[in-house]
């Protein structure tokens, strides 16, 4: 697991979107988050208009500052007497590439279904390169699309699950039913427990989706003029298995 503080100290990336009210949410997500690294795990914040008054910002912003907060698994809301936020539980973490998700459980499951993932990898990229049909190709292309769509929206956990798309769509051209039913159920087991997208803190979680965007592209690419040599590399390098947990 990371340092207690490492999920809280307002490291997730910037998901809420651009201009002045978004601008506005974040920094109420920010001092909230900041006042989530000074307690303990599960203590109470405060009622929900307490902390929009600390924050001084419209019910509106803080409305969206909250969901910011929730998506990062920084904080609950428990209604009835005695409730209102409460900084959250310690998520498990699990190192995928240059990124790390937040789990909500199940985090020696997730690891495994990472593992295995990718060790089936490449016998759907040799399924591909044989039975691909024109009308397979676009779709993969419109999964890049979105891809590229989410990398322009600096929005890393959209990403992750477009990609997740791309790869059951590759696995959908496989005439093998077992190893696409498996490789489809080991990507519904990740994404099903997966609450967040944070860096890892080696470099920018922006800089590590845009160029996992381009080896998806050049991927798809090599597929498409059925370049088996290049498919291959590229899937190697594609390789996201977590040589650690956290």
Excluded at 113 to 130: K, S, T
Excluded at 159 to 178: D, G, K, Q
Excluded at 190 to 215: C, F, K, M, N
């Amino acid at each position: 697991m990371p340092p207690a503080g490492a999920a809280r100290a307002g490291q997730g990336f910037d998901v809420g979107g651009r201009g002045a009210a978004s601008g506005r949410a974040e920094g109420a997500a920010q001092r909230v988050t900041e006042l989530v690294g000074s307690l303990p795990p599960g203590s109470r914040l405060g009622t929900k208009e307490e902390m929009r008054t600390l924050c001084e910002v419209s019910v509106g912003t803080f409305n969206e500052a909250l969901r910011l907060l929730q998506s990062r698994g920084l904080v609950t809301v428990k209604p009835g007497p005695g409730g209102g936020l409460f900084s959250a539980e310690q998520s498990p973490m699990v190192r995928l590439g240059n990124s790390v998700l937040a789990l909500d459980a199940q985090q020696n499951d997730v690891a495994d279904a990472v593992r295995i993932r990718d060790a089936l990898d490449p016998l759907l990229i040799e399924d591909a390169l044989w039975h691909a049909s024109p009308a397979d190709i676009a779709s993969l292309y419109d999964h890049i699309a979105a891809m590229e769509r989410a990398v322009g929206d600096a929005d890393p956990v959209a990403f992750v699950h477009a990609n997740w798309r791309l790869h059951a769509a590759i696995a959908a051209i496989s005439p093998n039913v077992l190893l696409g039913s498996l490789y489809t159920s080991l990507l519904d087991l990740i994404e099903g427990h997966t609450l967040s997208v944070l860096p890892d803190g080696e470099r920018p979680l922006a800089e590590y989706i845009a160029q996992r965007h381009a080896l998806h592209r050049s991927l798809v690419d090599a597929l498409d003029r059925r370049d088996r040599d290049e498919a291959l590399r590229l899937i190697r390098e594609h390789n996201t298995s977590p040589t650690e947990t956290h």
